[in-house]
């Protein structure tokens, strides 16, 4: 899959590239109504959801496609690569000894987000999540007139609305560049790029005169399911 080997390449590059995700993560776990003892973090990456964890655990579970990613994870986290695409993925998911679920930052890449949900929510667990929208880069997407390769906002909150009872949020962030090309460099990177990257040289250089914030975009939407109603 393309996007997960952009993961692997990029893995080390994303440790300076994981601002808006790291804030992201840390608004999630703060959040978080429940403090789990074995935690399962899907889409796991380098470990901004098990930094954030500021309470006593036994054991916490990085799920992740990407070895390299999974490689910059806590060593003292128990490592799976799996990808959660896949059922099988879940059937392994599912013997394990977990009390909490979290994905930050990571199902918005879900080839089909609502078998992705329905299989997180059949494990009935405690479950916090944050999904990048489709409002990410919103200005870049309208100025060159390409749709974003992720869910619109309205289409993750029916999802979430059919799968789980809980609370959710919906964040906007910015973040400033110094240089506007530094911008789109940041956008060619982070993987929600395909339409960016397609642009010829003049298209590119065009986007970029015309693109009038000294900032990108981001839209997050975030879910915390309601333990009472499992
Ligand atoms: C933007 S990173 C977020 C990482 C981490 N959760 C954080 O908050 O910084 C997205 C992660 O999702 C992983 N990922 C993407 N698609 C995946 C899939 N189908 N199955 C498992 N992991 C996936 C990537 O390898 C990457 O580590």
């Known amino acids: 899959v393309d996007h997960i080997r952009q993961f692997d390449r990029q893995a080390s590059r994303y440790q300076d590239r994981k601002i808006i995700q790291s804030r992201v993560a840390r608004h999630l776990v703060q959040k978080s109504p429940y403090r789990g003892r074995s935690i399962l973090d899907l889409g796991a990456g380098s470990g901004e959801v098990f930094r954030n964890i500021d309470w006593p655990i036994e054991r916490f579970y990085a799920a992740d496609a990407s070895r ?81 390769p992720i869910y619109e906002k309205g289409e993750v909150i029916r999802l979430i609305e059919q799968f789980f009872h809980g609370e959710w949020e919906v964040r906007e962030y910015k973040l400033f560049f110094p240089e506007k090309i530094e911008a789109f460099r ?15 040289y ?29």
């Open 186 to 200: 940041y956008i060619k990177e982070s993987g929600v790029s395909q339409g960016v990257k397609r642009l010829s």
């Open 68 to 148: 390299q990613m999974l490689d910059l994870h806590p060593p003292c986290t128990r490592k799976i690569l799996c990808n959660f695409d896949l059922p099988s993925c879940f059937r392994e998911l599912e013997r394990l000894p977990i009390d909490q679920i979290f994905a930050s930052s990571s199902l918005q890449w879900s080839r089909d987000l609502e078998a992705t949900l329905r299989r997180i929510a059949s494990l009935r667990l405690p479950t916090s999540l944050a999904i990048f929208t489709a409002s990410t880069f919103k200005t870049v997407h309208q100025l060159a007139n390409i749709s974003s």
């Open 202 to 230: 003049r298209e590119m250089r065009e986007l970029i005169d015309n693109y009038p914030h000294p900032y990108l975009e981001f839209e997050v939407l975030f879910m915390w399911s309601d333990l009472s109603k499992l």
